[in-house]
Every structure is written in structure tokens, then in C-alpha cells.
Nanobody
Framework: QLQLAESGGGLVQAGGSLRLSCAAS????????LGWFLQHPGKLREFVAA??????SYSDSVKGRFTISRDNAKNTEYLHMNSLKPEDTAVYYC??????????????????WGQGTQVTVSS
């Protein structure tokens, strides 16, 4: 089993920055990929960024503004969010898949999820 706990959300003005953290515990040695998703009210969860074996990927909407990183020694991943926009307002979820668990997607039943953290960007 794997447990994920996010922190770092909050209220920020447009153009500002936030850093989200996700601490993993449990079978952390078996993590294949870590990532972040966001969810707007009433909408499906959307991919934001992922990191696996040092390779990163981003959605088009955050590319160039957000950076995902991972500190293996601390079993923690981060999402550095810069140049924030009001449309970035959402609940952000940390996610992970184990080795052999398939891709990191919203619909992958092998994915693990954190409880979510609210990010609000005011205009």
C-alpha cells in the first residue's frame, strides 16, 4: 500500500507562486510514477504533470509555468507553480502508480491518490 499526503495549497494573487508538496509513505520503493492532477468543481479530474525515472511531462495549460520535481531521499514530490492564473484555481491531487501498475491516468484503478489541496488564485 501507498499513502500520499498533499500540503501547500492556499490563496494567492494572479501572477504569484505556490509550491505544493506530496509526501509518500508505505511502499515508496515500488513507485513507478508520481504526478499531479487538478479538479474544477463539477468537472473530471485533469492531468497536470508527472515524473517517472527523471522524465517529466506537463499539460499544455501549465507547460512553462509549473515544474514537477521529486526528492527521493524524502519520498516527496513537489509542484512549483509560477505565473498563476485565476483558471488554475482548483483542488490539486497528488497521484502515484506502482511498478507494473500501468500509466498514471485518472481512470487507472491502480493509481493511488492523496486527499487533495485547494489552490485559489484571485484576479
Amino acid at each position: 500500500q501507498l499513502q500520499l499526503a498533499e500540503s501547500g495549497g492556499g490563496l494567492v494573487q494572479a501572477g504569484g507562486s505556490l509550491r505544493l508538496s506530496c509526501a509518500a509513505s508505505g511502499r515508496t520503493f515500488n513507485i513507478y510514477a508520481l504526478g499531479w492532477f487538478l479538479q474544477h468543481p463539477g468537472k473530471l479530474r485533469e492531468f497536470v504533470a508527472a515524473i517517472s525515472r527523471g522524465i517529466t511531462s506537463y499539460s499544455d495549460s501549465v507547460k512553462g509555468r509549473f515544474t514537477i520535481s521529486r526528492d527521493n531521499a524524502k519520498n516527496t514530490e513537489y509542484l512549483h507553480m509560477n505565473s498563476l492564473k485565476p483558471e488554475d484555481t482548483a483542488v490539486y491531487y497528488c497521484a502515484a502508480v506502482p511498478n507494473g501498475g500501468g500509466p498514471l491516468t485518472r481512470t487507472n484503478g491502480n493509481s493511488y491518490w492523496g486527499q487533495g489541496t485547494q489552490v485559489t488564485v484571485s484576479s
